[in-house]
């Protein structure tokens, strides 16, 4: 059977953690409302996955966030009418985030003047519900729109992010792993097998699959396709392969990538449930972003080699 001359793996020590990440929730205030709230908020479906935090201590918001960047959402429970001293902490809040992108909502015993409410949203937060009722379905469902739209946008920032590191990539390993590594951080594919199949054979000759692991890329082996005994993990992966195109089912995902020398590797994850429309066009937008990584990494290539 030919084999192909594109390296499979880096040195293993050069391979990052893929570790799922949870939404964060801070809760910010005193008691006994803060409390109440804590005790609120993880009864709701909405919320089930979120990692939920308590703080007593206003002043020592700023300093939590610097210890802990993988807060995602604040909740600050204002408990006075010392608007003043809430402005100069959500300054603070915003100057202790500036490496990592939060979100802050603010909830108010009493109306903030309009100059307030003004200041407070050109610094940035999240939305304009001040003195909605604590705790209530509104406040839940609030935190929990904020939390998916934060989680969206963090997201679509990493993708982003990851450009570089994409174009960088000079094994089907590296590559994979990358790819992988932002779509499990967003609790896709949790359970279940990677296989990574190469599309670098005629056609009158089996398509092979190169790796094969679970989360981590354990072990490392090379079987011919047909020895995949999963008739829908053929089709999908030939569909993408062929298509150029991710393909979903209820308990399956197919990724298909392009490694830098201009060959086309497929993706296969196992699911937990059926992805949403959301998560779906997440993993379409992580495919065209190696796609556009790579063609940019080949044209710097093809611009070097006619200098």
């Not at 995602?72 to 100069?88: A, H, M, N, Q, Y």
């Not at 896709?188 to 990574?196: P, Q, V």
């Not at 392969?241 to 196992?270: K, M, W, Y």
Request: charged fraction near 20%; glycine fraction near 6%.
């Amino acid at each position: 059977m030919a084999t192909s001359v594109l390296p499979l793996a880096s040195k293993p020590e050069s391979r990052p953690n893929l570790l799922s990440i949870r939404p964060i929730l801070l809760i910010a205030g005193l008691s006994p409302q803060l409390e109440t709230v804590a005790q609120w908020l993880p009864g709701c479906n909405y919320l089930a996955e979120a990692e939920i935090l308590c703080e007593s201590a206003l002043e020592n918001v700023p300093a939590l966030l610097e210890q802990r960047r993988d807060i995602g959402v604040i909740l600050l429970l204002w408990p006075d009418e010392d608007f003043s001293r809430l402005l100069t902490l959500v300054e603070a809040i915003f100057r202790a985030q500036e490496r990592s992108f939060k979100a802050i909502m603010v909830r108010c015993q009493s109306a903030p003047p309009e100059t307030v409410k003004a200041s407070l949203w050109h610094l940035g937060i999240a939305d304009l519900a001040f003195t909605q009722k604590t705790p209530s379905r509104g406040l839940v469902e609030s935190v929990a729109a904020t939390m998916r739209n934060h989680t969206r946008n963090r997201s679509l920032l990493a993708v982003s992010a990851s450009a570089g590191s994409f174009s960088n990539a000079r094994t089907l390993f590296d590559l994979a792993e990358l790819t992988l590594r932002i779509i499990h951080e967003q609790g896709i594919g949790r359970r279940g097998g990677l296989f990574c199949f190469l599309d670098t054979f005629t056609s009158s000759e089996p398509r092979t699959l190169v790796v094969t692991g679970s989360g981590g890329f354990a072990g490392l082996r090379s079987l011919p396709l047909g020895k995949v005994n999963d008739t829908q993990a053929v089709a999908m992966v030939k569909a993408a392969l062929n298509q150029r195109q991710c393909q979903f089912s209820s308990n399956a995902l197919a990724v298909p990538i392009e490694t830098p020398d201009g060959h086309v590797a497929c993706l296969f994850l196992a699911l937990l449930t059926q992805l949403n429309p959301w998560k779906q066009e997440f993993v379409s937008t992580v495919a065209k972003t190696v796609a556009i990584s790579i063609d940019q990494t080949q044209m710097a290539h093809r611009l070097m080699r006619t200098q």
